[in-house]
């Protein structure tokens, strides 16, 4: 259907909408029924049969399975069957694991869903783009994203990006207009707003006329169905250490296997165990485990109102060293609240902050009762008098009981709504001046005027009054007497000069001051013109309000800057505001430098290098400028963090290391652009969503160490046994079990794992570090090694003993090597040692070791599987000889810790 040829009122019928009120509920959910949502197809999804088959294609499990089978012909059926059991069991950890991963981040992708507004029984409301129909009606404006294609009904200086479907950057001017022509390109078609767009200028209402794979979007979907599976740096260099620990582990294998045979095992029972050494050696769910790592992490930063949108970014989170944060709604609770009061010479402090309507009146430090002050209590009335806006409440629910409490917002204007607020702290409530006064006219605000009045009538005595509010320097001027000692006294110099010093002492608090007057007026009062309303006023007193900083975010602050992060405000605001909120909120040191947008728009990035570390604060900024920001930023080998929420903040955004946008104010272009987007606005989220990104690095540190420790050891008590013409500490079976109960629950617990108290004490990260850096390598080696020895050491002491028992011996090493790798686990949680965390902090690595400790057990104890695993019970003597032997290289190491710091 070519749209863009049809009048706007054969658009109306033939998508059987109604422009003026829109489809109801009832016939839009129809709609969605019968034509299905609003989204464009997905690939085929693997179905869960293959993805739990594909857990069985890794080499080394396929020739696994062909031993198998060669010990089954050979009638081996106990070990072939059990060895079976256990690759189903692996499999099915793996399945899960994977499984988990992909439902988190299919989560993700629900949570960045865009919304669009539509128009539903004649009411204006946000519905999930998914969930739109053809012939709804659309609204959008500046930064929004086009959800569907849409035939433009009115345009008001509408601009869209095309890129997405043309190619070009350029926006297109867009109209209502019917278009002539045959057959004209997507990027001819001026009326027509399409799915994937965005909206950069101006606004326009339209009718839908295609959803999902019907739009113009769905035509190329095909490019989006094979968008690449996100992929983070470290999958990407773990997956290269796979390649080479594959090939270690091999040689060292096979080089046990060729000294068995040469020390007279028989070729079968070398062959077997070789096999299984190599299965248990090779971490082949490395890369699975950092996958659901990643994505548990993800989910516990959405409960802490960070989306990820970028998986890269979880790893990029840990290296940031400097965030770039807007000043308004994210460092500040963009609600205006009154905090200082000023009338005749007094001044008053008002606690409070927000729009909930509780707080207290002090003077000089005292708390006083609004009772006893009369001026106040006017000042704080024809505050609220001549006022538009009013607070409103809200019920949300919280926490997981679901109790409600009382959300405090303001409808209209947010300076008119903190007078409202100051005037209710004292009880001065909307019904309580309506049932004094009367309003009969209002002269609204003018920009030029730079105030607003209204005239009302006293109801007990029927007395006019105007009252006014504005600009306090404007009303001084227009103001012949002031209330000084609760009484009217004659404006006089000195009086002019006190009120002059109190907005000069209000305005260095960085407060934006709005004056109150007013003058009596007789019921005959007729005027021309507006300042015959608004002059020879009585000035009554100030009001000093500011958007207060949120309460969490100077703790945040320091806790980056202790991180060894550094925090930079950018605002469009006043330069003496934008100091004395950066003071408060200890963003500013004694040596930190303020730049404005004017010096900041005539430096190149180049000269902008050479003073961007002494700069902590930029005012009067304009979004162009963030981009030079965080170019000088990057060349200086920062990697930036940079919050926007508008359109023009998206190459910001984007070019930063980590683009943080709004989730509450953010435009959706900002959100398209971003990695990470904070769904209440809040610095302290950036920070917690750092916090975050370090923890899950270290866990992913943490579990890589103590997999790769334990495969070493595995592998050194078997090449030393070997090489000391030993028999063989452990039979393959005992090597996959082992592999089983130890790798996979305790493994999956670390990336669970609580961030340790010092990780925001630390330095950022380099991003080129080495994953082993920080002596990990070293850890993994050494650990293994005394892993590996203990056991062997364990193997001969009970071999000798019993010279006939060799089963007994292998049960001991068995038992050994899993104790010693499950009291391996606990030191892995911290980079310090076992004694330098609480073990029972992570409750699921606890029951993890447990679990392992249960199976180890049954293998052991229980008769039928004894002779399948070669396991037999052993005596308390020989327990305290596995423990004792176990538990050597935590206090080991542990001691190792203590001489270090002496």
Same mark, same amino acid.
């Given at each position: 259907m070519k749209w863009y040829e049809r009048e706007i009122k054969d658009v109306e019928q033939m998508t059987r909408s109604h422009f003026s009120n829109g489809l109801t509920e009832e016939e839009a959910n129809k709609r969605l029924k019968q034509f299905g949502y609003n989204k464009l197809d997905e690939g085929e999804k693997v179905p869960a049969i293959f993805l739990f088959l594909a857990q069985f294609k890794d080499f080394m499990v396929i020739v696994l399975l062909v031993a198998t089978l060669i010990s089954g012909l050979l009638g081996e059926y106990i070990d072939a069957i059990t060895i079976i059991l256990i690759v189903l069991l692996n499999g099915v950890l793996g399945f899960i694991q994977e499984r988990k991963a992909e439902k988190s981040l299919a989560a993700l992708k629900e949570l960045s869903a865009p919304q669009m507004t539509v128009l539903r029984k004649g009411e204006w409301t946000k519905v999930p783009s998914i969930e739109v129909v053809v012939g709804d009606i659309v609204k959008f404006t500046s930064g929004d994203r086009i959800g569907a294609d849409i035939r433009i009904i009115e345009a008001k200086g509408l601009r869209i990006e095309e890129s997405a479907l043309t190619g070009e950057s350029v926006p297109v001017q867009k109209t209502?207009?019917?278009?002539?022509?045959?057959?004209?390109?997507?990027?001819?078609?001026?009326?027509?707003?399409?799915?994937?767009?965005?909206?950069?200028?101006?606004?326009?209402?339209?009718?839908?006329?295609?959803?999902?794979?019907?739009?113009?979007?769905?035509?190329?979907?095909?490019?989006?169905?094979?968008?690449?599976?996100?992929?983070?740096?470290?999958?990407?260099?773990?997956?290269? %250490?796979?390649?080479? =620990?594959?090939?270690? /582990? $091999?040689?060292?294998? !096979?080089?046990? +296997?060729?000294?068995? @045979?040469?020390? #007279?095992?028989?070729?079968?029972?070398?062959?077997?165990?070789?096999?299984?050494?190599?299965?248990?050696?090779?971490?082949?769910?490395?890369?699975?485990?950092?996958?659901?790592?990643?994505?548990?992490?993800?989910?516990?930063?959405?409960?802490?109102?960070?989306?990820?949108?970028?998986?890269?970014?979880?790893?990029?989170?840990?290296?940031?060293?400097?965030?770039?944060?807007?000043?308004?709604?994210?460092?500040?609770?963009?609600?205006?609240?009154?905090?200082?009061?000023?009338?005749?010479?007094?001044?008053?402090?008002?606690?409070?902050?927000?729009?909930?309507?509780?707080?207290?009146?002090?003077?000089?430090?005292?708390?006083?009762?609004?009772?006893?002050?009369?001026? %106040?209590?006017?000042? =704080?009335?024809?505050? /609220? $008098?001549?006022?538009? !806006?009013?607070? +409103?409440?809200?019920? @949300?629910?919280? #926490?997981?009981?679901?109790?409600?409490?009382?959300?405090?917002?303001?409808?209209?204007?947010?300076?008119?709504?903190?007078?409202?607020?100051?005037?209710?702290?004292a009880g001065i409530t909307r019904d309580l001046f309506q049932e004094e006064y009367k309003i009969l006219e209002e002269l609204p605000f003018d920009s030029a005027r730079k105030m607003m009045s209204v005239i009302v009538e006293r109801k007990k005595d029927g007395k006019r009054f105007v009252v006014t509010k504005g600009a306090p320097d404007v009303l001084l001027k227009r103001s012949e007497q002031i209330l000084w000692e609760?009484?009217?006294?004659?404006?006089?110099?000195?009086?002019?000069?006190?009120?002059?010093?109190?907005?000069?002492?209000?305005?260095?608090?960085? %407060?934006?001051?709005?004056?109150?007057?007013?003058?009596?007026?007789?019921?005959?009062?007729?005027?021309?013109?507006?300042?015959?309303?608004?002059?020879?006023?009585?000035?009554?007193?100030?009001?000093?309000?500011?958007?207060?900083?949120?309460?969490?975010?100077?703790?945040?602050?320091?806790?980056?800057?202790?991180?060894?992060?550094?925090?930079?405000?950018?605002?469009?605001?006043?330069?003496?505001?934008?100091?004395?909120?950066?003071?408060?909120?200890?963003?500013?040191?004694?040596?930190?430098?303020?730049?404005?947008?004017?010096?900041?728009?005539?430096?190149?990035?180049?000269?902008?290098?050479?003073?961007?570390?002494?700069?902590?604060?930029?005012?009067?900024?304009?979004?162009?400028?963030?981009?030079?920001?965080?170019?000088?930023?990057?060349?200086?080998?920062?990697?930036?963090?940079?919050?926007?929420?508008?359109?023009?903040?998206?190459?910001?955004?984007?070019?930063?290391?980590?683009?943080?946008?709004?989730?509450?104010?953010?435009?959706?272009?900002?959100?398209?652009?971003?990695?990470?987007?904070?769904s209440d606005d809040n610095f302290a989220t950036i920070k917690a969503a750092i916090n975050e990104g370090r923890n899950i690095y270290d866990n992913i540190r943490k579990f890589i160490r103590y997999m790769l420790a334990s495969n070493v050891g595995e592998i050194l008590v078997m090449l030393f046994a070997m090489m000391l013409g030993m028999p063989l500490p452990l039979v393959a079976i005992q090597i996959l079990w082992i592999n089983l109960v130890t790798d996979g629950l305790p493994a999956m617990a670390l990336g669970l794992d609580q961030a340790e108290n010092d990780v925001m004490k630390r330095k950022p990260r380099h991003p080129m570090e080495s994953v082993f850096a920080r002596g990990l390598a070293w850890k993994i080696v050494s650990r293994g090694f005394m892993i590996g020895v203990v056991t062997l050491v364990a193997f001969w002491l009970t071999l000798n003993q019993n010279p006939d028992d060799l089963m007994r011996a292998q049960s001991v090493a068995f038992a050994t090597l899993v104790m010693a790798q499950l009291i391996h686990v606990f030191d892995c949680r911290s980079e310090h040692s076992v004694f330098h965390r609480n073990p029972f902090q992570n409750i699921y690595l606890v029951f993890a070791v447990l679990s392992s400790i249960a199976l180890m057990l049954v293998v052991m104890y229980f008769p039928p599987l004894q002779p399948v695993f070669h396991t037999v019970g052993l005596t308390i003597r020989e327990w305290m000889l596995v423990l004792g032997m176990a538990a050597i290289p935590t206090i080991a190491l542990a001691g190792f810790h203590i001489f270090k710091r002496k």
């Open positions: 209502e207009a019917v278009l002539s022509g045959s057959d004209l390109s997507v990027g001819d078609q001026e009326n027509m707003a399409f799915m994937g767009t965005m909206v950069t200028q101006g606004s326009g209402i339209g009718v839908i006329v295609a959803t999902g794979m019907k739009t113009e979007m769905g035509k190329i979907a095909h490019l989006l169905q094979s968008a690449e599976t996100l992929v983070t740096p470290l999958q990407r260099k773990l997956e290269q %250490l796979g390649k080479i =620990l594959i090939l270690v /582990a $091999l040689l060292l294998t !096979a080089l046990v +296997v060729v000294i068995g @045979v040469y020390q #007279g095992h028989d070729i079968y029972t070398m062959f077997l165990a070789g096999v299984s050494l190599a299965v248990a050696a090779i971490p082949e769910g490395l890369p699975a485990i950092v996958t659901v790592a990643l994505a548990l992490g993800v989910q516990r930063m959405i409960k802490r109102k960070a989306i990820v949108r970028k998986l890269p970014a979880v790893e990029t989170l840990g290296c940031a060293s400097v965030i770039c944060s807007d000043k308004t709604g994210t460092l500040t609770q963009n609600k205006m609240t009154v905090t200082n009061l000023w009338s005749g010479g007094k001044t008053w402090d008002v606690s409070g902050t927000g729009y909930q309507p509780e707080g207290d009146f002090y003077h000089n430090g005292r708390k006083i009762h609004i009772d006893t002050e009369r001026t %106040l209590q006017q000042l =704080l009335t024809f505050g /609220a $008098l001549c006022n538009n !806006a009013r607070i +409103v409440t809200n019920e @949300v629910k919280e #926490g997981l009981l679901g109790k409600t409490k009382l959300e405090y917002l303001i409808d209209g204007d947010p300076t008119e709504g903190a007078l409202v607020v100051s005037a209710e702290k609760e009484r009217k006294q004659p404006l006089s110099p000195q009086r002019e000069a006190a009120v002059v010093g109190a907005i000069d002492q209000l305005a260095s608090q960085a %407060l934006r001051t709005i004056a109150i007057a007013y003058k009596e007026i007789d019921k005959q009062f007729n005027y021309t013109s507006e300042s015959m309303v608004e002059d020879k006023l009585t000035f009554i007193g100030l009001q000093g309000m500011i958007d207060p900083p949120r309460p969490e975010v100077k703790a945040s602050i320091i806790e980056c800057r202790d991180a060894g992060i550094k925090t930079i405000m950018i605002t469009g605001d006043h330069i003496i505001t934008a100091q004395a909120i950066a003071k408060q909120l200890n963003i500013l040191p004694a040596h930190g430098k303020i730049m404005d947008g004017t010096t900041l728009a005539k430096m190149s990035v180049t000269d902008l290098e050479e003073v961007v570390d002494d700069i902590y604060v930029y005012a009067r900024v304009s979004p162009e400028h963030k981009l030079k920001i965080v170019k000088a930023l990057q060349a200086k080998g920062h990697i930036v963090a940079m919050t926007g929420d508008g359109v023009n903040d998206a190459p910001a955004i984007k070019a930063a290391n980590i683009g943080v946008a709004m989730g509450i104010t953010g435009t959706d272009v900002a959100k398209e652009a971003s990695s990470l987007v904070l």
